[in-house]
T-cell receptor, first 113, second 113 residues
Framework: EAGVAQSPRYKIIEKRQSVAFWCNPI?????LYWYQQILGQGPKLLIQ????????DSQLPKDRFSAERLKGVDSTLKIQPAKLEDSAVYLC???????????FGQGTRLTVV | AQSVAQPEDQVNVAEGNPLTVKCTYS??????LFWYVQYPNRGLQFLLK??????LVKGSYGFEAEFNKSQTSFHLKKPSALVSDSALYFC???????????FGKGTRLSVIA
């Protein structure tokens, strides 16, 4: 079974630029999560999708962050414009549904300079 | 709101000794509890979960965890630590209602030869 795929692995951008991350979850997984992990901290949920609908985006900074999951499969997370404090690893995860383990991609390390 | 506490930033243990990494949680309703491990520059890897049933659950790499409802705890244990167990460990919780998977801040385990 293929794992969760994320790209790119690394990205360096200047502040005020825009950036997009892509995630392909495990086939058949209805739930998809995007997390932000700042160095030395636990993952912080940004958004949770169930198929192509949003379950929770209460911690997504909507003035600069957006996410979509068209057709309930792949997802993209966008930041526009980026700030220095957005430097973090962005993790995508998926699971079949409630009570099942979430599986994570390797993440995208974003550095904003 | 649900939350997870990992009271120790760092746990040091000698190789061959038993290890415990602590986790307490707060949720409304019955919890679904998970442990993940993160190696440097890698995504999170699922170790084990508690959904229902026996309070002692066994997972990957010889790890186990004990669910204690009265103490709202889910401590991770291993009878004999290996140097290769050195990593960052995260406890996470959600519920039957498919609430977001919320993580603790993590505990760094260092196993010394």
């Amino acid at each position: 079974e293929a794992g969760v795929a994320q790209s790119p692995r690394y990205k360096i951008i200047e502040k005020r630029q825009s950036v997009a991350f892509w995630c392909n979850p495990i086939s058949g997984h209805a739930t998809l999560y995007w997390y932000q992990q700042i160095l030395g901290q636990g993952p912080k949920l940004l958004i949770q999708f169930q198929n192509n609908g949003v379950v929770d985006d209460s911690q997504l900074p909507k003035d600069r962050f957006s996410a979509e999951r068209l057709k309930g499969v792949d997802s993209t997370l966008k930041i526009q414009p980026a700030k220095l404090e957005d430097s973090a690893v962005y993790l995508c995860a998926s699971n079949r549904g409630t009570g099942t383990a979430a599986f994570f991609g390797q993440g995208t390390r974003l550095t904003v300079v | 709101a649900q939350s997870v506490a990992q009271p120790e930033d760092q746990v040091n243990v000698a190789e061959g000794n038993p290890l415990t990494v602590k986790c307490t949680y707060s949720v409304s309703g019955n919890p679904y509890l998970f442990w993940y491990v993160q190696y440097p520059n890698r995504g999170l890897q699922f170790l084990l979960k508690y959904i229902t049933g026996d309070n002692l659950v066994k997972g990957s790499y010889g790890f186990e965890a004990e669910f204690n409802k009265s103490q709202t705890s889910f401590h991770l244990k291993k009878p004999s630590a290996l140097v290769s167990d050195s990593a960052l460990y995260f406890c996470a919780v959600n519920t039957r209602a498919n609430t977001p998977l919320v993580f603790g801040k993590g505990t760094r385990l260092s196993v010394i030869a």
